[in-house]
């Protein structure tokens, strides 16, 4: 089959791969029909995250259609059209019992904290992606849904990861009616987080980035009010002159360790290299929270970093949260939001890109290049 494939960093072509087999009872092998690329593979992209190897297979955000199902799977049948979370989960583990999908106990054993994810190296599992014509998804009956028929592919991929990580990133914020909401990053993870924030209640959205037509779309899509990094010397003081200076009651952090680009500590076995620098993003949210207010953090970030200002998350008695969104968690109610007419998630997605030229896609999403917001990959 035809298969993305990590070449070191800033290089991925699509190569040759056998294609995947059935290898416990609960597999299933899913013929892909669309993937999305993330911010997420960017960061594997840039080469900051550790153990990601030579040939490793990205993608994460999965759509397709049931090839083969192993002989203990129930759930699904060859022919079903489905979506798959990013996770990779058991479904009954001390973890996954508690709703906690992505700190699942049971699929990935190289790690003490997070749980398993399609093509994003072997710190979460050495499982290859979706960015190809076959996936093998373990545990078939506990991750994929079978996409209902008035979804539309685009809304369904959106569910996948980026959307319902946004409204995760905005139920992790315990936004109260009327809060003030400050997201930093208005990739698809902030603007759907931003929009999501309206569902539960927010009085006041402000989306901050760089990018001017990325903040223009968190007008159009989001309806927020923005601040571009560019316009203000200190974006903390203008957080703080548009709350009264009491700063904001939840701020999102949906960037992550590409906040300045050196953000990230790589760590190699029992070496420890340092790559410098301090979650910028990260410590802009800490600064710009009210006394007792709440930072949710979707941003990922390698294992390790430094320099994250938790004196003040004490000093001012931050409530911070985070995960690597549990996304099936929140699809029944965003499934209702959608089929209300509320939001369309697919919206989200820029543009559409075959397999063949997903090397282009990765350049023009990393570099942000011709107003991209989000690329989709067609197989
Ligand atoms: P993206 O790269 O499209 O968006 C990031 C945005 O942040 C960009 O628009 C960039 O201009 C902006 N930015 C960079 N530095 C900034 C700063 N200091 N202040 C404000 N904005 C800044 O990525 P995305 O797909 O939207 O993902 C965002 C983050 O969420 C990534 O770190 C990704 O890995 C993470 N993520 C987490 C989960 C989870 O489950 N927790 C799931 C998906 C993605
Ligand atoms: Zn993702």
Partial sequence: MRAMTYRGPYKVRVEEKPEPTIEHPNDAIVRVTRAAICGSDLHLYHGLMPDTRI?????????????????????????????????????????????LYSNCHNVNPNATAAGGIYGYSHTTGGYDGGQAEFVRVPFADVGPSVIPDWLDDDDALMLTDAFSTGYFGAQLGDISEGDTVVVFGAGPVGLAAARSAWFMGAGRVIVIDHLDYRLEKARTFAFAETLALSE??????????????????????????????????????????????????????????????????????????????????VNKGLTLRSNQAPVKRQWPRLLEHIQAGHVRPGELLSHRIPLEYIAEGYHLFSAKLDDCIKPTILM
């Fill in 232 to 313: 203000h010397k200190d974006i903390v003081v203008a957080v703080k002159k548009a709350t009264e200076y009491l700063g904001a009651d939840v701020v999102i952090d949906a960037v992550g360790a590409e906040a300045d680009g050196s953000v990230v500590q790589h760590v190699t076995g029992a070496k420890l290299k340092l790559l410098g620098g301090s979650p910028v993003a990260l410590n802009w949210a800490i600064d710009s929270a009210r006394k007792g207010g709440t930072v949710s953090v979707l941003g990922a970030y390698g294992p390790i970093h430094t320099a994250v200002k938790f004196g003040d998350v």
């Fill in 55 to 99: 040939g490793h297979t990205f993608g994460h955000e999965i759509i397709g259609v049931v090839e083969e199902v192993g002989p203990s799977v129930q759930n699904l049948s060859p022919g079903d059209r489905v979506m798959v979370p990013f996770n990779i989960y058991c479904g009954s583990c001390f973890f996954c019992s508690r709703g």
